[in-house]
């Protein structure tokens, strides 16, 4: 529940009889320090207050979604209020949502370098722990997160990474006169522009639905990918920018697909170039075209 009277604050009543908080869904930040990728890490905790509904048990923090709100920016406007100190950066891995017909909770899974001392904000926290991933078993845990939580776990564990192979995009390879070049179109120009997409199809996430098939673990319904943009080696690369690392060589597998706990999806013409790295799907320039409709028509919180 929010420190702060919002348009989403109120009950729903479930078709079962029991009722959930926030008229358009809840979100909530479950925010992970110090992972190896390996199921390892801690998990900011919070203990919630015994008045509370269904209170004195762990969870996240987090509450509901205004009208005007996705739930990325609900979780982190709730964690924000709940929570005092500095976390620093924030980096999102993906959404899992809990589906009730007539509401939802989002739980935005995220990672942060290290974990910082933070404190309760309000009185709605009786504590907030940093824990080891192997211990939040032995909590008393708020019963929906309970259930989730071995699905959360194991996507806690990896990331999503997309890689692009700049010549194999059709706008770049006209631009540059194919791969063997010589067309004399603004190869730079069309770099920058694709550069540009994929940082915004990036933040927008990639829907679940339009990965590869058996591609990605766990049960999410939105992840949001480490980019690698190879811009093939000639010419000049543009710099990167915030969700997008640009690597001037398309030699080989990208570094990225090489980190453990990194399932890829590789985009290009050439997939002998990139066969044999492991949790990878190679995919042709259309699954670009084809898997954009998907996320930008909905916002985090699935609204279209």
């Given at each position: 529940m929010s420190a702060d009277a919002g348009d989403g604050d109120g009950w729903v009543h479930l078709p079962d009889g029991t009722r959930r908080w926030g008229r358009y869904g809840s979100a909530g930040l479950l925010l992970c320090a110090d992972s190896a990728g390996a199921g390892g890490g801690r998990v900011l905790m919070q203990h919630r207050a015994v008045w509370s509904h269904q209170g004195d048990t762990w969870g996240v923090p987090g509450g509901a979604l205004n009208s005007d709100e996705d739930s990325v920016s609900a979780a982190l406007r709730e964690f924000g209020e709940e929570v005092a100190g500095e976390v620093g950066e924030i980096e999102l891995i993906g959404v899992?949502?809990?589906?009730?017909?007539?509401?939802?909770?989002?739980?935005?899974?995220?990672?942060t370098p290290a974990a910082a001392r933070l404190e309760p904000a309000n009185w709605e926290s009786d504590d907030l722990r940093w824990v080891d991933v192997a211990d939040i078993d032995g909590l008393r845990l708020l019963p929906a997160f309970g259930r989730t939580w071995p699905l959360l776990r194991e996507a806690l564990a990896h990331r999503l990474a997309l890689v692009v192979d700049a010549p194999a995009v059709p706008a770049v390879a006209r631009a540059a006169g194919g791969r063997d070049g010589g067309g004399g179109g603004d190869r730079d120009a069309a770099l920058l522009r694709l550069r540009d997409d994929l940082a915004a199809f990036s933040?927008?996430?990639?829907?679940?639905?339009?990965?590869?098939?058996?591609?990605?673990?766990?049960?999410?319904?939105?992840?949001?990918?480490?980019?690698?943009?190879?811009?093939?080696?000639?010419?000049?690369?543009?710099?990167?920018?915030?969700?997008?690392?640009?690597?001037?060589?398309?030699?080989?597998?990208?570094p990225v697909s090489a980190r453990p706990e990194a399932f890829t999806v590789v985009v290009t013409d050439r997939p002998d170039a990139f066969a044999g790295a492991r949790h990878t799907a190679v995919v042709g320039p259309e699954w670009l075209e084809a898997a954009a409709p998907a996320v930008v028509r909905r916002d985090h919180s699935g609204r279209t």
């Open positions: 899992h949502r809990q589906e009730h017909t007539v509401w939802r909770y989002d739980t935005v899974l995220a990672r933040a927008a996430g990639v829907a679940a639905d339009a990965l590869p098939a058996g591609l990605a673990p766990a049960g999410l319904h939105l992840w949001y990918p480490r980019t690698v943009l190879l811009t093939g080696g000639a010419g000049s690369a543009p710099p990167p920018v915030a969700g997008v690392e640009v690597v001037a060589s398309a030699a080989g597998a990208p």
